[in-house]
């Protein structure tokens, strides 16, 4: 039985997905806006974004532990999710191979030249498999990165709670261990595949995902710890608001272990509870992932209209920004409805095949 749903994490989820759109969309139309706090004003990279995401995903797999120690077998654990995964990121890497080189936009300078689509890295990409790896990374689909390392992350996590039943010791001293692997990559600037910067991410923020969920499920956050929450949340956006990031320090450590955890634990409370309480919530959170998947192949839709003069994104950039993030969640609904959950059927079935042989 799955537990129920909290809308706020899905609150969170949206809006992640919204300021990852908006972050590339100024990158990749090279767009100037000029007002506070927006993506890529100051020193702040919303890419890492990514990390609410994979603190998110380590805290929904948390609740697998025991049972993957009671026995839960590797294909049921590892096949469903994959099989979720699997089918948008091969359409959806497929669909922005063909706009790239259909539009004609292997033909731009600057960073669309970096992009190679073909058979192989349409290939990689599709599996899962194209950042940290140990391929090279053909940059197709760009956003699909956290994706494959996603993916080592739910295999490692399986194989370490099935080690600690085997040491005799509990899985969580594990999962420490792979957050202070992650930052060690970090610090010493280290290359190897699954050992690099991209897989770094993950191990910090998946598995302290995963730790942080441990520690709410013994005792839950009162009134002191949850204002001690807000006043962290207030704080670091004030100095990434006033661009006093210098005061802040390390900003990915203290995103993956302050800030993102602090607004975790502010949006499951009793109060984000009666606040986000409406389906609709829950239905954003779900399209979220879909909206993360297309949104570069919509950015190569109005890069080719605007270098065409189709449309002038720098006549009213901000208007086209967020018209373009609510063309992307319209979209993302679309495709959560009619493609993400007709593909899942199909792949509950043929998991239900394979689980049986």
Not at 3 to 23: C, S
Not at 31 to 56: I, K, M, N, Q, S
Not at 145 to 159: P, R
Not at 254 to 266: D, G, K, R, S
Request: glycine residues 8%; hydrophobic residues 55%; positive net charge.
């Amino acid at each position: 039985m799955e537990p129920k749903r909290e809308y706020g994490l899905d609150v969170l989820k949206a809006a992640a997905a919204a300021l990852i759109v908006l972050d590339h969309f100024q990158l990749c139309i090279d767009a100037d806006y000029r007002f506070p706090f927006y993506p890529g004003y100051g020193d702040f990279d919303f890419g890492y974004v990514v990390e609410l995401f994979f603190l998110l995903s380590g805290l929904l797999i948390a609740r697998y532990v025991q049972r993957i120690r009671d026995g839960l077998s590797f294909r049921e654990f590892f096949l469903r999710r994959y099989l979720r995964l699997f089918p948008l990121m091969a359409l959806s890497s497929a669909v922005w191979s063909a706009l790239f080189l259909l539009l004609g936009l292997h033909r731009l300078d600057g960073a669309w030249a970096r992009q190679t689509p073909s058979l192989w890295s349409l290939l990689v990409t599709s599996l899962g498999v194209q950042e940290g790896w140990g391929f090279a990374n053909s940059f197709i689909n760009q956003p699909l990165w956290y994706l494959s390392v996603l993916i080592f992350c739910y295999l490692l996590f399986y194989a370490l709670v099935r080690a600690s039943r085997r040491l005799g010791v509990s899985p969580y001293y594990l999962f420490g261990g792979m957050i202070f692997v992650g930052a060690g990559i970090r610090s010493y600037g280290i290359e190897l595949p699954f050992l690099n910067f991209a897989m770094s991410r993950g191990y910090c923020s998946f598995f302290a995902g995963v730790l942080l969920e441990a520690l709410l499920r013994r005792r839950k956050p009162g009134k002191p710890a949850l204002f001690a929450c807000a006043l962290v949340v207030a704080g670091i956006t004030a100095l990434m608001c006033a661009d006093r990031f210098a005061l802040i320090g390390d900003i990915k450590h203290a995103l993956t272990f302050l800030y993102f955890p602090a607004l975790i634990v502010l949006f499951r409370s009793d109060a984000a509870a009666r606040l986000f309480k409406s389906p609709v919530f829950g239905l954003l959170g779900r399209a979220s992932f879909n909206v993360y998947v297309w949104h570069m192949s919509g950015i190569l839709i109005v890069t080719a209209m605007n270098v065409r003069g189709l449309v002038n994104v720098g006549a009213h950039p901000m208007t086209a920004m967020y018209l373009f993030a609510l063309c992307c969640f319209a979209f993302g609904i679309f495709s959560h409805l009619c493609i993400e959950k007709p593909c899942a059927r199909l792949t509950d079935r043929l998991l239900q095949k394979l689980l049986q042989k």
